[in-house]
């Protein structure tokens, strides 16, 4: 039978130990950098293995040591750039910690989100960041196992489970108080999908319009810029009243919302003012201008890299939640004095 040589497998550290006329033991300390070795030996450990073509199994040592320094990050979807924010976001916030990102997208099922979490926890990664999960706490729980959690946008009350997000709430309550204060009364919000677990900017709408004694006008559509843009050709079509002002639930679905505007002949600001939620980087071209809520979305990825490390890391306790404050930004799409 024919034997397999070294150059038809993997090289081995008995390999490079056989080479380099030393133990195995002393070849693990060279590729672990360990200062316990001679300046001389480690320099025959690295020549032979350079000769052999040996690379390290970091999978296989990382293993060993109960850790794979591997972080599983899920988004919601990655046509919406805010999703991009939040993972150069957490990309910073784990630079340097000797932990790698490995990324999948939920597209909005939870059945494909919970999937993926699987995996993620099959692979053994040190941590799960979820930006944008859509299914509930009970399912995300049993997925984990125990595998240590944050989660982006969303309050979630789970054991082991941190949250990170922006006061959502209070963005839907400073869109309706912006657009009010300008002399709007007809103040419609391009919601999302009923189902869909994320209804705080639209409760934040109802009440702040509750409260100025104000009729709501809730419009249902998906999160993309072709979706704003289907749901306003419909509503002109209808030849319902026309608002005066629209606060969409993001950034994409109000610049949709604009082009439908535009192609009927309609001004923005002066016949309809629009608003948005995000502050994704389109938004403040100067040939949107578009009036958004800034979520604070590298923020964010920052803080919850910066949590994950933490619990990774040793800190115990319950589950935490940090939640930031929206800040609104101005521009022309809701007030021509913007500029």
Known sequence: MKQTSPAQRSVTMEDVAREAGVSRALVSLVMRNSPKVSPARRT??????????????????????????TLGVLFLDLHNSVFADIYDGITEGTAGSGNQV?????????GTELEAVRSFVDLRVDGVILAGYTGSAE?????????????????????????????????GALAVEHLHGLGHRRIAHVDISDWLP????????????????L???????????????????????????VPTAI??????????????????????????????????????????????????????????????????GGTAGP?????????????????PAAG
Request: aromatic fraction near 4%.
């Open 44 to 69: 025959a450990v690295l020549e032979s293995a350079a000769a052999l073509g040996y690379s390290p199994n970091r999978l296989a040592s990382r293993l060993a040591s109960h850790r794979t320094r």
């Open 102 to 110: 490995m990324v999948a997208v939920g597209s909005a099922d939870p």
């Open 139 to 171: 399912e995300l729980a049993a997925a984990l196992r125990g595998t240590p959690a944050v989660v982006i946008t969303r309050e979630l009350e789970i054991d082991g489970v941190d949250s990170v997000l922006c006061d959502d709430f209070r963005s």
């Open 198 to 213: 994320y209804t705080a900017r639209r409760e934040g709408y109802l009440h702040a319009m509750e409260k100025l004694g």
């Open 215 to 241: 009729a709501p006008m809730l419009v249902h559509s998906d999160m993309t810029e072709r979706g704003g843009r289907a749901v306003m050709e419909k509503f002109l079509a209808s030849g319902a009243e």
């Open 247 to 312: 606060f969409a639930h993001n950034d994409l679905t109000a610049i949709g919302i604009m082009e439908a505007l535009a192609s009927h002949g309609l001004s923005v600001p002066h016949d309809v003012a629009v608003m948005g939620c995000d502050n994704i980087e389109v938004a403040a071209s100067p040939l949107i201008g578009l009036t958004s809520i800034d979520q604070h979305a590298r923020e964010l990825g920052q803080l919850a890299a910066q949590v994950m490390l933490e619990r990774i």
């Open 319 to 335: 589950a935490v939640t940090r939640k930031l404050d929206p800040v609104l930004l101005v521009r022309r799409s809701s007030d």
